[in-house]
């Protein structure tokens, strides 16, 4: 999404820029965000820059606002971290409530069926890719 198109926007009332920004912009930044947020963080950081700036073309702000309090202000979640880790977690959280579709079915193993020692961290769970035999903690 270009920025020019975004300078038309202000034009809008105040109180639609939230609706605005969560129609247009959020849909864009979370789709797929599972996959690219468990990336490093210079590649999360270009998209991190481009909602930024989205926020304070909408709202009006100064482009020195600083990212943290631009985010705190409007009651918004930062790219980076957050919104990934909440994602990644809703995706964990439907595996284990079984919501997902089959395919995932035995996506994420606990750690008692992989091996029969007793450990304190027997109860959680490990993310296996099929491909390659890696094995990820989670």
């Given at each position: 999404m270009h920025l020019n198109i975004l300078k038309d926007l202000v034009l809008v009332p105040f109180r639609f820029n939230h609706q605005l920004f969560y129609a247009y912009c959020f849909s864009q930044i979370t789709y797929a965000?599972?996959?690219y947020g468990a990336s490093s963080k210079s590649y999360i950081k270009?998209?991190?820059i481009m909602q930024s700036r989205i926020l304070k073309t909408l709202y009006n702000k100064d482009w020195c606002t600083l990212t943290k309090?631009?985010?705190?202000?409007?009651?918004?979640?930062?790219?980076?971290?957050d919104i990934a880790s909440l994602f990644q977690l809703t995706f964990v959280?439907?595996?284990?409530h079984r919501n997902l579709p089959e395919i995932f079915s035995d996506y994420f193993l606990s750690r008692e069926n992989i091996h029969s020692i007793f450990t304190r961290n027997r109860?959680?769970?490990q993310c296996t890719y099929k491909e390659n035999e890696n094995k990820y903690w989670v």
């Open positions: 965000i599972e996959v270009k998209i991190q309090l631009l985010h705190k202000s409007l009651n918004l979640l930062q790219i980076i971290g959280h439907n595996h284990q109860k959680h769970i």
